[in-house]
Structures are given as structure tokens and as C-alpha cells.
């Protein structure tokens, strides 16, 4: 018989408690694994170890939590915040320190806030104009993407220089906001080829803002000023419109595309067909189009672009179909929150009442009740909708959105026991209301770990002006750009078979309102599901002839969904 192997054992060395940290007992769920039954050692702001604790020496003098019963995810983050933003001559509420003191307390650890230079304004000038506000206030890691509000050679130049020397890899064009934002279909062409050309991500705001400015002089030479006639002068359809024109220009040029803020079933639809297209497409939706607890009538207070789609009680469910089906990868705050004052100082007048709702604190906590509890997706998809998947398209992963040795120690643990209702009363924000007001949700944070540091427990915020850092973006994020150098896919496309068949089988599936239960096993590493038993005289999904399932495929960093096929017939994965 041989000998027994010796157990490793991890020599640390003692240092101030302060920056060690030890999780016990803890259940690890990453976007593609779930680990349970394993410690977690933090030193110096890095995840140093996760194992069995027979494998550790745990150090004295080290602060130890033990999380059993709990959720251990990747610090939430988000990726469309516009905090001190301004909007119709009016700031926004939330400074980068009460926002990112709110983002925190709802579980985010690092945000991507958004550069708005003025038309004619030096894109480098507005850069160093954000770093002075947001260096000093931020209490977590904060990255930043700028918009291009004009084109010409200079800004085409400066772009260059962003992403060399800034660490800028996301630029925003906006398809709407005539003559102030908006860009002609020539200048966005040439500026996804220039971002292809820099290894960056263009991101779009898709609304077609020549229509807009139409509807809107008939809208007010009629009278209708109220916030209604703000959401019709903006029509699902000319969302849809402008998302299905900037995805055939992505694909003209062969760019990847970031569609921001998706807030109608028809704009995701545009989505998933080019992605069928074989374009390079990403999709956003904000929590507030799916959460928002707000009478159906269109308010001052929820006032956005794209509007929330209030008043279509369907459109939230279709759209959280499409994030189940991965046309949508990102679920954001876009939080841009202001005062009532602030909303109300116009309010007979809608084209200058500021634009923009509340979300950063509130993001996951919304996710998890409309996508966890009613069994719509797992846990490890919620890891992905809210960190991983942003983390992978900006760059940060692994560093960020994973918990993995060497990743940072921005780590949520989460009580999916709890039972919360938000409000304006209790939150973190600078606003005095809170779109999400009287939201009853049972999933919220219980530790919230910044860089190795605990900065919310006890239902409080724990956090230092200046504890955050500025996080420079490298341009080539493999998700984007992996296949550059390697081989071509596009052909892959073309040799897939559709979803329609699954698709049909998805939609004709009811939501179930139970909570999901999740089944744990006691090894280190399982498979996991967080949905609910099928109730009786409901549809088996899982006996059907089609399933999603979430695969590894030949190209690092590809999202597969394998089709599987009948007994005796041939599977076939689509990219």
C-alpha cells in the first residue's frame, strides 16, 4: 500500500490583521463553477488561497468570517454609472464618493463611470477633468469610457492617445441627442473602424434622434409636455430602429459593438438577430427597465433615455427572456440620479427636465429577485449578468469578476435568506427618492469586501474617501479580439442551426414564483442549478429535445450554447 501524501500545508507570514482576511466555510459561485465547503485567505487586497482548510495554516492575530448558509460571489461590477454627470444644466445628484458609497453597499466593487466632453472639447482635457473629480471620493476601483460628442482628425488622434496612455478601451457615440451628441451614420462607420483599429469597444446609445426631434416639435406644438410625451417621442420602434442600423454598420466594418441601456423587447430582438448574423454584438439593459416600482403612467422621476417602457407590463419579462437566452450579457445601473427639486424644477416642460434614475445600490438586489428567485437563471449566470461578463468585455477578468488565487479581493457575500424593502429612507444615494421604492427583495448583501477590506456589514456602509483606485483598461480584451490573430470564426456562423425550435419551447415556459432552491453538495467542486422543481402539469424543459447548457468550446473566452439533439442525432454548438 503507499504511503499517504502529505498535506500541504501554506506557510504565511504575520502581518497586521488589517490585510488578512480569512472566509470560512464558504460556497465560491463563479460564472462557470460553484465550490463549496472551501476557505478563503486574503492578504494585501489578493485572493491568496481557496481550498479545503485541511490545506491552510491559518495565521493568528487574522480576522476570520465564517459565511455557512451564505453566497460567495465576485464583487458586482458596473459598467454605466454617470456620477456628477450633467443633464439639461442640471448635475446629478450622486458624487463619485456617495455613489460609489451606495454602489458598495449594494455589492458593486468597481465602477465605469462616463467621460461627456462637450461638443469641440479635448477628449484628453475631459479625461484629466474626470480623474480630478472621481481621485480622492471613490471608495472602490473605478474605471472610466469616454464619449465622442464630435469626429474629426484630432478627436480620431486622441483616441490613439487615450488608449495608449490613459487607459481607455470603451468609446461612446450616442445616435440620438440631435445637435448636441449625435453622429451622422458616416461618422459612426468610421469610428468602429477606428476602434477596431485600437482594439477597442465602441459602446452605442441607439435611438434615432432625427425621428425624435420630430416627434418632439409635434409633441410640443400640440401642448403635450408632460413626462408621457417624453416616452412618445421615443418609441420602441425607434429604439429598435437605431440598434438594427448600428449592428449593420458593425457589421460592415467588422467591429464589436456594446448596444447601452436596451429598453424594449423590439431593440433586444434587433439584437439577437444580428448576433445570428454573425455581427459582434453586446447587450445592455438597465435595472430599472426591469425592476422599477412606479405606477405605469411615465413620471418625471423615471425619466430617462431610452425611456423605461412603463407602461407595457410585458416588455420587462421579454426583455429578461432575451438575457436568459444571452442576447443581453450586462445587466447596469446607468445610474445618473437626481434630486426631486432637480426633476421638478421643469416639470411642465419634459424636453429640460434632466434625464436620468437611480440603480448602483440597488442593481444585484433587483437582478436576484426578477431572475434568481422566479428560477429564470442560476446563480452562476447571475454572477455573469452582474460581474463576470463585464469584466471579461472591458478587460478587467481575472483580475476582477472571479475568484481565483491571484484575483482582487473584491468579493460579495451574499444572504439569499434575506428579506429587505428598498427605499429612499434607507439607501446610500445623495437622491431623495429611489425609483425602486417599496421593492420587497430576499436576496442582499452581508459583507460587501473592497481590495481585502470589509466595507459593509450590519446593514452599514464602512468605507474611506480615496480607499478606491483609478483602473487603467488595456485595450484587446481577449473576449473581443481573441480570434484577431487566430481563426477565423465568421464561417462558424453560417453552419449553425438557429435557436427558433429552443426559443419556442423557452417562451411557451411560465415563470415559476417559488424561490429557487439551491442543491449543494459537500464536495470541493459540483455542478449547480439554482432553479426551482418543476411544478405539475408544467412544461419538463429539461426532457425536451433541446437544453442550454454552458460549454467550454474550442476558442478560449466563447460563449457556447450546445443544442442537443434527439437520440441518435447530431448536436451542434452555436457561438
Not at 272 to 286: D, M, N, P
Amino acid at each position: 500500500m503507499d504511503a499517504p501524501k502529505p498535506v500541504k500545508k501554506i506557510p504565511i507570514h504575520v502581518q497586521s490583521s488589517q490585510n488578512r482576511l480569512y472566509i470560512k466555510r464558504a460556497r465560491v459561485v463563479n460564472h462557470d463553477s460553484i465550490l463549496t465547503n472551501v476557505d478563503i485567505y486574503i492578504e494585501d487586497g489578493t485572493i491568496k488561497f481557496i481550498g479545503s482548510p485541511a490545506d491552510f495554516v491559518v495565521p493568528g492575530g487574522v480576522r476570520v468570517i465564517d459565511v455557512a448558509g451564505k453566497y460567495v460571489f465576485p464583487g458586482g461590477i458596473d459598467p454605466n454609472t454617470q456620477f456628477e454627470s450633467e443633464s439639461n444644466g442640471f448635475v446629478s445628484a450622486d458624487t463619485f464618493y456617495s455613489g460609489t458609497k451606495a454602489a458598495v453597499a449594494g455589492g458593486t466593487t468597481c465602477i465605469i463611470d462616463l467621460i461627456l466632453p462637450n461638443p469641440g472639447e479635448s477628449l484628453i482635457e475631459a479625461c484629466n477633468t474626470w480623474r480630478t473629480k472621481a481621485d480622492g471620493k471613490v471608495v472602490a476601483d473605478y474605471a472610466l469610457r469616454c464619449a465622442i460628442t464630435s469626429w474629426n482628425k484630432s478627436v480620431s488622434d486622441e483616441m490613439k492617445t487615450l488608449c495608449e496612455e490613459f487607459g481607455i478601451n470603451c468609446f461612446v457615440v450616442f445616435m440620438a441627442f440631435k445637435d448636441q451628441y449625435q453622429l451622422s451614420d458616416s461618422d459612426l462607420y468610421e469610428i468602429f473602424e477606428r476602434c477596431n483599429e485600437l482594439g477597442a469597444l465602441c459602446q452605442v446609445h441607439a435611438e434615432n434622434g432625427d425621428i425624435i426631434a420630430k416627434n418632439v416639435e409635434k409633441l410640443v406644438a400640440k401642448g403635450q409636455t408632460s413626462a408621457e410625451a417624453h416616452d412618445l417621442s421615443r418609441s420602441a420602434e425607434v429604439e429598435a430602429e437605431a440598434v438594427n442600423r448600428a449592428c449593420v454598420i458593425a457589421h460592415q466594418t467588422d467591429s464589436p459593438i456594446y448596444i447601452t441601456k436596451v429598453s424594449s423587447k423590439l431593440a433586444a430582438d434587433q439584437i439577437q438577430l444580428a448576433k445570428r448574423r454573425g455581427t459582434k454584438v453586446y447587450g445592455e439593459i438597465l435595472a430599472a427597465s426591469i425592476g422599477c416600482n412606479t405606477p405605469a403612467a411615465p413620471s418625471i422621476y423615471t425619466l430617462t433615455s431610452p425611456p423605461l417602457r412603463l407602461k407595457d407590463p410585458e416588455n420587462s419579462k421579454l426583455l429578461l427572456k432575451h438575457v436568459a437566452l444571452d442576447d443581453i450579457q450586462v445587466v447596469a445601473s446607468g445610474n445618473c440620479s437626481f434630486t426631486r427639486a432637480q426633476k421638478e424644477e421643469n416639470k411642465s416642460d419634459f424636453t429640460k427636465v434632466p434625464n436620468g434614475v437611480n440603480g448602483a445600490e440597488d442593481r444585484l438586489k433587483i437582478v436576484w429577485e426578477k431572475c434568481v428567485v422566479p428560477s429564470l437563471i442560476d446563480l452562476q449566470k447571475f454572477v455573469a449578468i452582474t460581474s463576470t461578463n463585464a469584466a471579461k468585455i472591458f478587460n478587467l477578468y481575472p483580475k476582477k469578476g472571479s475568484l481565483t488565487v491571484g484575483s482582487d479581493a473584491d468579493i460579495l457575500i451574499w444572504n439569499h435568506q434575506a428579506n429587505k424593502t428598498i427605499s429612499s429612507k434607507t439607501h446610500s444615494h445623495a437622491s431623495d427618492y429611489n425609483i425602486f421604492e417599496g421593492v420587497k427583495v430576499s436576496g442582499a448583501p452581508e459583507f460587501v469586501i473592497v481590495k481585502g477590506k470589509v466595507c459593509y456589514e450590519d446593514d452599514n456602509p464602512r468605507v474611506a474617501e480615496g480607499f478606491g483606485n483609478y483602473i487603467e483598461l488595456s485595450p484587446y480584451s481577449q473576449l473581443l479580439y481573441g480570434t484577431k490573430n487566430g481563426d477565423d470564426l465568421s464561417d462558424k456562423f453560417e453552419d449553425c442551426i438557429q435557436l427558433d425550435q429552443f426559443q419556442e419551447e423557452f417562451e411557451d415556459r411560465d415563470y415559476v414564483p417559488e424561490k429557487a432552491e439551491s442543491i449543494v453538495s459537500t464536495s470541493t467542486q459540483v455542478t449547480h442549478t439554482a432553479r426551482a422543481m418543476r411544478q405539475e402539469g408544467q412544461r419538463d424543459l429539461q426532457a425536451s429535445s433541446f437544453s442550454i447548457s454552458k460549454e467550454i468550446c474550442n476558442e478560449p473566452n466563447k460563449a457556447c450554447i450546445r443544442v442537443r439533439a434527439p437520440p441518435g442525432g447530431k448536436s451542434s454548438g452555436l457561438w
